[in-house]
């Protein structure tokens, strides 16, 4: 892992209800019942975003890289629950951890990946949400609070996950 790089400290901003700070100086793991901090995220297949753009919806965030076999794997599940009745409630982006964000986009683009990725420069995100093994999906609720990390490949849209999709962001 690279050592993350200082950076300034902001102040914490209001956005649709719920409160984003800027990433502490010295990051640590952000904990389960934690606000992420925001973060500037830069596109692998669309535009760059901020992390606290998507307050007020529910956000499944996966960890990945293009060199990780079960990354790989439960790609397609992602998409599948995304573009499924069950994935109406929340958005699903992923964080690629690769060096390269040349060798991130080829294998998007040879997946023919719909959702929105992004790059993962200076592997900020990654130290943020602890993702020390990937991949690694963090369940985030509408405020911006962390609400549960799943550590390593699963099926997604399988009934069990969408059970506990369903369980974590409180929805019938």
Known sequence: MHALKPFACGLLIAL????YAAPPREAKPI???QVLPDVRMAGLNGRSRSLASYVGRPLI???WASWCGPCRAE????ERLTW???GRGFTVIGISTDD???AAKKWLTASNATLS?????GLVLENLLGASRIPLTV?????????????GAREWDSAASIQLIKQAFHQP
Do not use: E
Request: without cysteine; glycine residues 10%.
């Open 84 to 86: 499924s009745d069950a």
């Open 139 to 151: 369940l985030v609720d509408a405020k911006g609070r962390v609400v549960t990390k799943v550590q």
């Open 75 to 78: 790609a397609a599940s992602l």
């Open 117 to 121: 990725h992004f790059i993962d420069a």
């Open 100 to 102: 390269d964000p040349d």
């Open 61 to 63: 965030i996966n960890v």
């Open 31 to 33: 904990d389960v019942g």
């Open 16 to 19: 649709h209800g719920g409160l």
